[in-house]
């Protein structure tokens, strides 16, 4: 990937929210939506780049403080959304085809960690392949 630390960082702050933002839909955050979140970083995110954080942790680990953080925060799912939008928007260039898909099955799997994928969550799964789809 190429973009400065800065911007690294706020991509994977971004996720941190567009992913908290998928097992907050039915407004209920579980444990295995938790679990699943922390094994598609490991899996997918930690190899993404070599970006890392001012103490000198990998930068993907932003993903999983950004969603710890919300868990305490007030606001409802669509508020995040927005928020990786306007994200999205800017920076279109550090979304690749590849991270493109990343996203989407790292959405998928927090959507299907919990009794299958609810309406909530197909609807916001549905809302981000449009917005990849047409920017």
Partial sequence: MLYSEKK????????????YAMAMADKNV????????QDDVRTY?????????????????????????LKNEEKDSDTYFEEFTDFYK??????????????IRTCNDIAASFAGKNKSELILLARLQNLFNNN
Avoid: M
């Fill in 8 to 19: 690294g960082k706020q991509f994977y702050q971004s996720l941190g929210k567009l992913f």
């Fill in 30 to 37: 579980r444990p295995g939506e938790v679990k699943k979140l």
């Fill in 45 to 69: 995110w930690l190899n993404l780049d070599d970006l890392q954080d001012e103490f000198g942790t990998d930068a993907a680990y932003q993903i999983e403080i950004v969603f710890d953080w």
């Fill in 90 to 103: 800017e920076h279109p260039e550090i979304f690749s085809r590849n991270i493109k898909s990343l996203v």
